[in-house]
């Protein structure tokens, strides 16, 4: 049931720190990882692990997380994950080795997703329809916060007081989260009843991360490998056997009638797409400017602005405008402007001006300010309330797998020009200035890289024409129910 008067928004406050800390310490990892690879002595390949150890259990986890929401409580399930993200991010600060940071990462991925899973259905029970577009676009600026904030305090505070202290900043905003949640949160009466999904969860969580290793190494490994092969087998029979699991299960973590609903299904695919499409952005950028152009880290960072601050703006009022026109028009509209901008991107020069990089960047920002409220709704208003927990997590799980995919095919057309080696210090900025013609191959690699995301926007447009049917009929409605029992 929705909330009234103020408290729904002391809840959107609460859920919107969570969210802003959450990216924060994604972004702000990214500036201090040449500095941490250096100070624990350890190699680049940890060092990037690092990175992919967070999206990895993130995106395991989330949707575990979302089923155990509806059964033991949201709020149970949110304050846990805070604090497990705390006080992982406190080892990670003090961690004496790669090996260990890592270790702890994956632990800090894990909080990350038992919070970012139950955000979403917290806003969806707290807010009446007419206002969750609104209060979707403020939650989704916590994010652009992040992405802004992240830079320029990482670099800050590596400057000043070394790496750990990137960790160090966070841990007094998840405090803060779990002592506004204790506070305004309160759990349903009521709890779907059942048993966790454990067999359901490591078969899904092991072939996820097969997944996840194929593509993150298997251009290292060769693509045609024993390793790469046989990780992609183990990969595939264990995603066959969750189906199977899921199919004959009790009370399956993943709720596969879900996908019997037509606007549910095609909100995942334009989500997956949109994903594929979106997130290496910033990766080939700082390969353009740091390997092509020259550019200082510093200098590379500020020019990535553009992509983030007019979305701080806009996203609320992509939110409100979803709440008055409907969600399938925003994000049509915004998928058509990311493919202008895509397109635009590959058409990068050789010699460096700021306004081929900044303008596009500018439209790319506006339109996810109105394409991602409008799609988070969309997606979560197709699903019953009593679901939303798991509808949630398999919203995020699609976006995460999205991400992995994205950066994995940048990477591809990356390395058809350079070394892997060479490609990971462009990407941490301790790459030296490369020859003329290696410039050429990396600026058009990276413009083909742009070029082929287009598609996946056109992809995902294609797949959006289906929100814009009408609903499902009350009638449907009751066939989607007895179906769900039925599953």
């Known amino acids: 049931m929705a909330e009234t008067g103020t408290r729904k928004w002391w809840i959107l406050a609460v859920v919107t720190l969570v969210a802003f800390v959450t990216n924060l310490d994604g972004t702000i990892v990214v500036v201090g990882l040449p500095r941490m690879v250096a100070g624990l002595h350890t190699t680049v390949t940890t060092g990037l692990w690092t990175l992919t150890a967070y999206i990895i259990t993130s995106t395991v986890f989330l949707l575990p997380a979302g089923r155990w929401s509806d059964m033991v409580g949201r709020k149970r399930i949110f304050l846990a994950g805070l604090a497990i993200f705390g006080v992982a991010t406190f080892f990670c600060g003090i961690s004496p080795s790669g090996s260990l940071l890592l270790v702890f990462r994956f632990v800090q991925g894990v909080g990350a997703a038992l919070a970012l899973a139950t955000a979403t259905p917290i806003i969806v029970s707290a807010f009446p329809p007419q206002q969750l577009g609104r209060a979707l676009g403020i939650n989704s600026?916590?994010?652009?916060?992040?992405?802004?904030?992240?830079?320029?305090?990482?670099?800050?505070?590596?400057?000043?007081?070394?790496?750990?202290?990137?960790?160090?900043?966070?841990?007094?905003?998840?405090?803060?989260?779990?002592?506004?949640?204790?506070?305004?949160?309160?759990?349903?009466?009521?709890?779907?009843?059942?048993?966790?999904?454990?067999?359901?969860?490591?078969?899904?969580?092991?072939?996820?991360?097969?997944?996840?290793?194929?593509?993150?190494?298997?251009?290292?490994?060769?693509?045609?490998?024993?390793?790469?092969?046989?990780?992609?087998?183990?990969?595939?029979?264990?995603?066959?056997?969750?189906?199977?699991?899921?199919?004959?299960?009790?009370?399956?973590?993943?709720?596969?009638?879900?996908?019997?609903?037509?606007?549910?299904?095609?909100?995942?695919?334009?989500?997956?797409?949109?994903?594929?499409?979106?997130?290496?952005?910033?990766?080939?950028?700082?390969?353009?400017?740091?390997?092509?152009?020259?550019?200082?880290?510093?200098?590379?960072?500020?020019?990535?602005?553009?992509?983030?601050?007019?979305?701080?703006?806009?996203?609320?009022?992509?939110?409100?405008?979803?709440?008055?026109?409907?969600?399938?028009?925003?994000?049509?509209?915004?998928?058509?402007?990311?493919?202008?901008?895509?397109?635009?991107?590959?058409?990068?020069?050789?010699?460096?001006?700021?306004?081929?990089?900044?303008?596009?960047?500018?439209?790319?920002?506006?339109?996810?300010?109105?394409?991602?409220p409008a799609l988070t709704k969309a997606v979560m208003s197709s699903a019953p309330r009593e679901h939303t927990g798991s509808a949630s997590g398999m919203f995020f799980t699609f976006r995460n797998v999205g991400m992995a995919l994205s950066l994995t095919l940048a990477l591809m057309i990356a390395e058809v020009s350079l070394p892997t080696r060479l490609a990971d210090e462009i990407y941490l900025g301790t790459a030296g200035i490369l020859r003329p013609a290696v410039t050429g191959a990396l600026v058009h690699a990276t413009n083909v890289g742009f070029w082929v995301f287009v598609g996946f926007y056109l992809l995902a447009l294609a797949t959006a024409t289906t929100l814009v049917r009408p609903h499902a009929t009350e009638a449907a409605k009751e066939s989607y129910t007895a179906g769900s029992g039925a599953s």
């Open 141 to 372: 600026t916590a994010w652009v916060m992040g992405s802004i904030v992240g830079p320029v305090v990482g670099g800050l505070l590596v400057s000043t007081w070394g790496w750990r202290w990137i960790f160090f900043v966070a841990i007094p905003f998840a405090l803060i989260g779990v002592i506004g949640a204790m506070a305004v949160l309160e759990e349903p009466k009521q709890h779907q009843e059942g048993q966790s999904d454990l067999l359901g969860a490591v078969t899904f969580g092991l072939g996820l991360v097969g997944l996840l290793l194929v593509l993150s190494l298997g251009q290292g490994w060769g693509w045609l490998s024993f390793r790469t092969v046989g990780a992609l087998a183990v990969s595939i029979l264990c995603f066959v056997l969750f189906w199977v699991i899921e199919r004959h299960s009790r009370d399956p973590m993943f709720n596969l009638a879900l996908l019997n609903h037509r606007h549910y299904r095609a909100g995942l695919g334009v989500t997956i797409l949109y994903a594929i499409g979106f997130f290496a952005t910033t990766f080939l950028l700082t390969i353009y400017l740091q390997g092509a152009v020259h550019l200082s880290p510093i200098d590379a960072g500020l020019m990535l602005v553009p992509l983030s601050l007019p979305q701080l703006v806009l996203a609320p009022v992509g939110g409100s405008l979803a709440d008055r026109y409907g969600s399938p028009v925003l994000v049509m509209v915004g998928l058509a402007l990311l493919a202008v901008a895509g397109f635009w991107l590959g058409h990068l020069p050789t010699r460096f001006s700021p306004w081929p990089v900044i303008l596009p960047l500018l439209l790319m920002s506006a339109a996810n300010g109105t394409l991602w």
